[in-house]
């Protein structure tokens, strides 16, 4: 039965273009051919960039952080309370005002506790911004090695320049050593971000990041596997030059450097549409579409990597969608959101000193009143207005890049 599998899985005609077999792509000839046994070897340089990650941000970029005044914040730590914990565990982090009214009469708190409390436990899952700036230094440097890396390796290649080159002898293209190790670190890279996401920082699009990485080991194994080395090469160089400078804005962010950031986040703008949304898909998916029916009729590996790209494609334009709305912001108001962060409440304690600082005086001028025979509340203002705690700049975490 496993046989049988096997042999349906690694048919010729699913992964090869008609009249070609997998002894065409075995070495000979002083040719070297990529093989799915190659892949084996990213699982454990996948663990290996996990332990140098750890290690990388526990000596580098935490003392790099610590020069440049950031530091963890820590949160008010609240009361144990089994009732208000198992609801947050079990049903939501954020209760409505009918179930804050039954927490209110199981716990024997004031509504006005309870949702103090969902509060303050929602900020202690939260990442502070050093945790943001050790994840961000690390991907810097990853996407900055890879860049340069990439270039390096492909700059001297003709299909570089003309794509028409890539299938240029396919599928008989021999592998270079270069392309091994470019290929081998970015897969590893990519296994070490899925084995680290369920303790990396979550954001609005978590779902779509687990889709972006999946789809890319996908591509990278594919191409790997039929020999779509070329092409993947040049993949990965369009993805990592915007990647790298949206992690350094990310840093001057955190930093608090914000003309630095700023200027790095129109750069990383324009890059990302350049890259992802011009020469993706009219040159490299064109390049994937075009020109191989050229050298060979379609055949499902065909079909099925174009579709990836295409996915890929789809989620480029819904990032781009969310960096044009920052970019809005950013242009014509006070952008200091992150579009794909979830809101982080990170002023909320502050908001919550306000309002006890805000409750307290009314509870002093209602004694005061009282005591003068006036039963006249005045209700003092925030620094913008009755609804000063609800503008941009005070309700929203301040990340300005999106991947």
């Known amino acids: 039965m ?16 008609v009249n070609l077999t997998w002894a065409d792509l075995e070495d000979r000839d002083g040719r070297v051919y990529a093989k799915a046994s190659h892949l084996y070897v990213t699982v454990p340089y996948a663990l290996v960039f996990l332990l140098v990650r750890y290690t990388f941000e526990r000596f580098i970029a935490t003392p790099c952080a610590a020069s440049l005044g950031i530091k963890e914040r820590v949160h008010l730590r609240v009361t144990d309370n089994p009732i208000l914990e198992l609801h947050y565990l079990s049903h939501t982090r954020s209760p409505g005002q009918s179930a804050v009214d039954g927490l209110s009469k199981k716990s024997g708190l ?31 440097v990853f996407y900055l090695f890879t860049f340069f890396g990439g270039i390096l390796a492909l700059y001297d290649k003709e299909w570089f320049y003309d794509t028409r080159q890539v299938w240029t002898g396919f599928p008989k293209q021999s592998m270079l050593e270069s392309q091994y190790w ?17 303790f990396d920082v979550k954001r609005k ?8 990485h999946l789809a890319t080991l996908t591509l990278l194994s594919f191409s790997w596997c039929v020999n779509y080395i070329r092409i993947g090469t040049l993949v990965m160089l369009v993805h990592d030059s915007s990647d790298v400078l949206l992690e350094s804005a990310k ?23 350049v890259t992802r949304l011009i020469i993706f898909p009219f040159w ?36 781009a969608y969310l960096i044009l709305r920052m970019v809005r912001k950013f242009l ?32 002093e001028r209602k004694q005061s009143n009282h005591s003068n025979g006036s039963g006249r509340v005045v209700r003092k203002e925030g620094k913008n207005g009755r609804f000063g705690h609800l503008s941009l700049a005070e309700t929203t975490c301040q990340a300005k890049t999106v991947y």
């Open 182 to 198: 470019y290929y081998v670190l970015e897969m590893s890279f990519y296994g070490s971000l899925l084995f680290s996401i369920t």
């Open 284 to 319: 490299l998916i064109h390049c994937t579409w075009v020109y191989p029916v050229e050298h060979y009729p379609p055949f499902f590996g065909y079909y099925f990597f174009n579709v990836m790209l295409v996915v890929l494609l789809l989620l480029h334009i819904f990032w």
């Open 251 to 273: 840093l001057f962010n955190y930093a608090k450097w914000e003309r630095t950031c700023n200027a790095l986040f129109v750069v990383f703008a324009i890059v990302f549409m």
């Open 110 to 140: 004031s509504g006005r506790q309870v949702e103090r409390w969902f509060r303050r436990r929602r900020n202690q899952d939260r990442p502070g911004v050093l945790k943001k700036f050790r994840e961000a230094s690390w991907r810097f």
């Open 332 to 363: 014509f108001g006070k952008m200091t959101r992150d579009e794909r962060s979830d809101h982080e409440e990170e002023d909320d304690e502050e908001e919550e000193e306000e309002e006890e600082g805000t409750s307290t005086e009314e509870m």
């Open 205 to 212: 699009d978590f779902k779509e990041q687990i889709v972006h």
């Open 2 to 17: 496993f046989d049988t599998l096997y042999d349906c899985f690694w048919w010729d005609r699913i992964w090869l273009p």
